[in-house]
């Protein structure tokens, strides 16, 4: 018989917590809250395997404001309980905001400060003078302050790690032993990590006593009737023949993350897409933090269709070295262009960052580890949505590839990563275009853009800082696509004429211009969809070969689709 599910009211969890869940409108807690809240509760020590995007945050952030307001009914005296060490800024941000969602009817009684993101360590102590009930920051930050005597823990109960494993592979390591000697012997402690590595493991000897583990999902993504995981084969020239064809041709639908491996590649993305008419955003680490902030924030209110992101920590870790040939930018073992002392160590956006209803996740270049793959991929299909994950491999890439196929095999012997059985030849008729526009896109090119945008986020961050504080409803006036035009862009390479499409397209795409697209978005006639993708409809799922001989395909009419083979 299948056990019933503890709910959130049958936790004891204080009214006001539970009214802030009720306005979230999460009707049950999902597994690992189930699991974790009541034992948290308790008084336990818990180390959690969870995977992102299974509700962890508040796994942990309502036992830790449930612990504070049973701590507030006998000790008088406030200081600082609860510290959250978190990996990013970004995710600092983001817990920032789970916590104030959720102390929405006690936030007088719990005060949350998060110190992960603003720069200015010396704004940051008065602040911190005036002990808010839970901190939230990176090692490092925290640290700084509690050697500067701006922060003291000697009342601390709660610990928190978050993305534990991300924490040591951002080279947080010796900053979280150091801080630990500034803790009283005696707090409770979570541990949350995706994986579990040795150095989670070592951590966990370090602060956890007694611990209860949960290791909640036997896969760190969801099931592919959920998430569907793709791969295509293809060398430079074709990714951006292939990116052309399922942007223009919108054969991806829904808010997408396109993933690339350095910042030079983010900008040569952008404006190879600025070259035929697609607005994207860029994140990377060199924009300064109030204008990533920024950006995942517009995302997630549906002002953006498409980010580039560069998933640099991965690439620029000692231990994974690009492989030699690397990709065509890369070739001949030239350097990216550098752009001093502006990347931020703190940067992350492949994970822990709740990027919301993310249809798909596009591997423009592909992970240079496992970790980092499950990390992006996770972007998708988050809580109960449907997700698409498509990954471009060049020839170099793919012994990383197959490592990845390797630990997605499930028990059942199945592969959730399959071939995405893409005709090229279909396209060849956009390959002059395509040529065209990267052309236009030059090194010089890149270069200028990446400097320009740098200028214009500079200046938009200060703006913003200030400006947003008091005007919270104008966040809308800045957006982050906008074109660079360090080339000209012509005007005929926005629109593709009926000949170019693919017959077995024809009819069933909507080849509606950027332009147009824009426009009527902005009249207000067609608005950013975020419905589940019918899958029948959707032609990123149709458009694939079935046959043998290279005959061309014909689209699946309905239901699920299945890679052909
Ligand atoms: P996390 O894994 O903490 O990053 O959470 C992923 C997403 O799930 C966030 O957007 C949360 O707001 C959402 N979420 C967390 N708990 C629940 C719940 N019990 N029901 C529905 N959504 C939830």
């Known amino acids: 018989m299948e056990e019933e599910m503890l709910q959130f009211h049958e936790m004891g969890i204080d009214d006001r917590l539970l009214k802030a869940i009720a306005d979230l409108g999460w009707a049950q807690p999902t597994l690992i809250q189930e699991k974790a809240i009541p034992l948290a509760l308790e008084g336990k020590d818990i180390l959690a395997r969870a995977r992102t995007g299974s509700g962890k945050t508040a796994a942990y952030a309502v036992p830790v404001i449930q612990h504070i307001l049973a701590s507030k009914q006998s000790v008088r005296e406030q200081d600082v309980r609860a510290v959250i060490l978190v990996p990013t800024k970004e995710l600092g941000q983001q817990v920032h905001a789970m916590l104030d969602q959720l102390t929405r009817y006690c936030a007088r009684d719990v005060r949350v400060v998060d110190i992960s993101g603003k720069a200015d360590i010396s704004a940051q102590r008065p602040i911190l003078m005036e002990k808010p009930d839970v901190v939230v920051g990176t090692p490092s930050r925290v640290l700084i302050h509690l050697t500067a005597q701006n922060l003291a823990l000697q009342s601390l109960e709660v610990l928190v790690v978050d993305e534990a494993d991300l924490l040591f592979s951002f080279g947080f390591e010796a900053d979280v032993k150091n801080l630990l000697c500034h803790l009283p012997k005696i707090y409770q402690s979570f541990l949350m990590s995706a994986t579990l590595s040795t150095e989670v493991q070592s951590l966990k000897e370090m602060i956890l006593h007694n611990p209860v583990i949960l290791k909640l999902e036997g896969s760190q993504l969801p099931a592919s009737c959920q998430l569907q995981q793709y791969s295509i084969q293809c060398e430079e020239e074709d990714k951006f023949l292939l990116v052309y064809t399922l942007l223009k041709l919108r054969l991806v639908r829904g808010k997408t993350l396109l993933f690339v491996d350095s910042i030079e590649r983010c900008y040569r993305l952008k404006l190879f897409l600025e070259q035929v008419g697609v607005p994207a955003c860029v994140l990377n680490s060199e924009l300064p933090i109030h204008s990533r902030c920024h950006i995942i924030s517009q995302f997630n209110q549906g002002f953006y269709d498409y980010i580039i992101a560069s998933d640099e920590h991965t690439l620029s870790a000692p231990k994974t070295p690009l492989p030699a040939g690397g990709s065509k930018t890369e070739k001949g073992g030239k350097k990216q262009p550098k752009i001093k002392g502006t990347k931020d160590k703190e940067y992350g956006v492949s994970r822990g960052v709740d990027f919301q209803n993310v249809s798909n996740v596009i591997n423009f270049d592909f992970p240079k580890s496992v970790d980092s793959y499950i990390h992006r991929v996770g972007r998708t299909a988050r809580a109960n949505n449907q997700g698409t994950a498509l990954s471009f491999i060049s020839a170099t890439e793919m012994p990383t590839h197959d490592d990845v196929k390797k630990s997605l095999v499930q028990e059942n012997g199945e592969c959730m990563l399959n071939p995405y059985e893409f005709k090229m030849e279909q396209i060849e008729g956009f390959r002059y275009r395509c040529r065209d526009a990267m052309r236009s896109v030059t090194k010089q090119g890149v270069k200028e853009a990446r400097l320009r945008e740098i200028k214009q986020e500079l200046l938009n961050s200060e703006k913003l800082k200030?400006?947003?504080?008091?005007?919270?409803?104008?966040?809308?006036?800045?957006?982050?696509?906008?074109?660079?035009?360090?080339?000209?862009?012509?005007?005929?390479?926005?629109?593709?004429?009926?000949?170019?499409?693919?017959?077995?397209?024809?009819?069933?795409?909507?080849?509606?211009?950027?332009?147009?697209?824009?426009?009527?978005?902005?009249?207000?006639?067609?608005?950013?969809?975020?419905?589940?993708?019918?899958?029948?409809?959707?032609?990123?799922?149709?458009?694939?070969?079935?046959?043998?001989?290279?005959?061309?395909?014909?689209?699946?009419?309905?239901?699920?689709?299945?890679?052909?083979?």
């Open 466 to 565: 200030t400006y947003f504080e008091d005007n919270p409803r104008d966040l809308q006036l800045l957006r982050h696509d906008k074109d660079l035009y360090p080339a000209v862009v012509k005007p005929h390479m926005k629109n593709i004429p009926d000949y170019l499409v693919p017959e077995v397209l024809r009819g069933k795409i909507d080849p509606l211009s950027e332009k147009r697209r824009r426009r009527s978005r902005v009249l207000g006639l067609a608005k950013p969809t975020f419905k589940k993708s019918n899958r029948a409809n959707n032609p990123l799922k149709s458009f694939r070969s079935s046959g043998q001989g290279g005959k061309a395909h014909k689209p699946k009419p309905k239901g699920k689709a299945k890679p052909s083979t």
